[in-house]
């Protein structure tokens, strides 16, 4: 079999992503592309080759076409290549010259090598993992500038039915396997979805953005819900991009809770993220989600005219009668997809994950309401655990002992709106007071609340503390939120430096002035300074100030 319509076909991948430009390269999709597709093509009798960066053993000179591109060779000189004109380097300083008959096939493609691809008359198909990733197996999802390509795809195209049936398949699922709703049936919740560091989705108009760019319009959307909970990617371990949403907005919470547990709650209005796939499978379940930043990657502007949307199709993209639609074989005869049988699961065995959908995970906790004046202890049993919604390890045999450098409480209050107390003109409060344990002298941590940091932090031993201040107590107030910044102080540098909280309790006392309490929050205007700079200052603040509490 053969084909008329390319002559050799090239493997790619966003090379500008390397040691290069001070950023980590991954292979392994290129690598899997062309291990994918290797039968069908060698079938067809098509040359193939990968083309890579120095870094990798390739031709490919990054820096030599970064300093032709005048732009530094750092991660924010890699965003702004993102969108550059490569077409004068083709042919150049390793850049192949991508003529017509010839094919790229890529794994997440920039609109820049999109459209020096396009310039030069070859044609290109993009792939990655679909974003709906709630399904029984994964799929791919497909772009392409050349139609014959497009209607192959489109001839393959996933039913859009088999996502909707899917999200109301997990709905069920998690009505029957855990609560209805997250932390408190009475919160008006909305979620805000972190993601990695280092993402081309987040590279909007040549740079790469973070949540400290978005506060504004992130805080507003948290002034309709009761609560905005941040639920931190699953492989990004560092919060520091996060937490100027912490400081800059009161109600916020974390959680580590499942992705479609999540959503599957009903008291979750809204989804938001900078530009997360979760805002797609945020549809599925019926809630509203918000994207606060526009990615070039999709931008029509930054694309060729020819460039198709995204197409939703399965593992069989690598069937023989799939390539040779694509490619014009010669005796193809313009056949339809073979009935023969393709592993359903081959994207699953060969990606080894399936990233928010883990067939163990129960449901959303239920979470215990706070008994007013009633002494916690942290233990297993105890209704205090349930109140552990982000950074904690489980029981350490004395109490919650914390995990990482962030660690979250929400703690459901009883209704006070009928409170004979509060009826009354009398000044009554409620005092929090809060019992822990570090797990080393040089162990630091700082309390917050309602976005703002509390003082009145009290030693009584080497490494045994404890914390009252006073929250008022107005009607509407369904909930406590605590947040607490762990570091290691100065001296001897710990691996990991953790708390083990041991004791709550909340009572309702008439006032008899203030033991500890916060300042009142006033909203505050960021500056316009670069967003790297901006979320850096904020949490090295916390930090620094968290190994200073102690002296």
């Known amino acids: 079999m053969t084909t008329s319509r390319f002559h050799h076909v090239i493997f790619a991948d966003d090379f500008f992503r390397s040691p290069a430009n001070g950023l980590q390269y991954h292979a392994a999709n290129r690598r899997f592309l062309r291990g994918f597709f290797d039968t069908a093509l060698g079938r067809l009798g098509l040359p193939m080759r990968e083309i890579t960066p ?19 060779r750092t991660p924010a000189g890699w965003a702004r290549a993102c969108i550059a004109n490569l077409l004068p380097l083709a042919g150049r300083e390793g850049l ?60 393959r195209r996933v039913d859009e039915e088999l996502f909707w049936n899917h999200a109301s398949a997990l709905k069920g699922r998690f009505a029957r396997h855990g609560a209805a709703s997250l932390f408190d049936s009475r919160l008006r919740v909305g979620l805000f979805f972190g993601q990695s560091l280092v993402d ?106 020819a460039c198709s949307d995204w197409i939703p199709v399965g593992a069989a993209l690598g069937a023989m009668d799939f390539m040779a639609a694509a490619c014009g074989a010669d005796d193809n005869n313009n056949a339809k997809p073979s009935l023969t049988a393709w592993p359903a699961a081959a994207i699953d065995r060969a990606f080894l994950t399936r990233w928010g959908l883990d067939d163990q995970t129960q449901g959303l906790p239920e979470v215990s309401e706070l008994q007013m004046g009633r002494s916690y202890l942290f233990h297993p049993g105890s209704p205090a655990m349930s109140w552990l919604s982000h950074g904690w390890a489980g029981f350490d045999g004395d109490g919650a002992r914390s995990e990482g450098e962030l660690a979250c409480l929400v703690i459901p209050l009883p209704s006070l709106a009928q409170s004979p107390v509060l009826s009354h003109q009398r000044p009554y409060r409620l005092e929090v007071s809060i019992d822990y344990r570090s797990n080393a002298k040089a162990t ?108």
């Open 54 to 72: 120095l870094s990798e053993g390739g031709r490919i000179d990054v820096e030599r076409l970064m300093d032709r591109l005048e732009l530094p």
């Open 96 to 155: 192949p010259a991508f003529d017509p008959g010839c094919l790229v096939i890529g794994w997440g493609l920039t609109p820049a090598l999109q459209q020096c691809i396009d310039r030069s008359g070859a044609s290109y198909l993009d792939i990655e993992i679909d974003p709906r990733r709630f399904t029984e197996h994964l799929h791919f999802c497909a772009r392409t500038n050349d139609p014959v390509i497009e209607a192959a795809l489109l001839s």
């Open 200 to 305: 081309l989705s987040l590279v909007s108009g040549g740079r790469t953005m973070h949540p400290a760019s978005v506060i504004a319009p992130l805080r507003e959307l948290a002034n309709s819900v009761d609560l905005l909970v941040i639920k931190p990617h699953p492989y990004e371990s560092a919060l520091h991009d996060l937490a100027p949403i912490a400081r800059a907005i009161p109600n916020v919470a974390w959680t580590k809770e499942n992705t479609y547990a999540l959503l599957s709650a009903a008291n979750v209005h809204f989804a938001s993220s900078l530009s997360s796939s979760v805002l797609t499978e945020a549809h599925y379940f019926r809630k509203p989600a918000h994207a606060l930043i526009r990615a070039d990657r999709n931008s029509a502007g930054l694309l060729p005219e």
């Open 444 to 551: 630091s941590v700082l309390a917050m609340f309602d976005g703002t940091v509390l003082t009145g932090q009290r030693g009584t031993g080497a490494r045994r503390r404890s914390l009252v201040f006073e929250v008022e107590p107005t009607a509407g107030r369904k909930c406590l939120v605590l947040q607490f910044v762990v570091a290691a102080g100065t001296g001897r540098r710990m691996a990991q430096p953790a708390f083990t909280i041991r004791k709550l309790q909340v009572s309702l006392r008439m006032g008899r002035g203030a033991i500890s309490a916060p300042p009142k929050t006033t909203a505050k205007q960021w500056p316009e300074m670069h967003p790297v700079r901006a979320m850096t200052r904020v949490f090295r603040a916390l930090i620094d100030t968290a190994r200073g509490v102690l002296g």
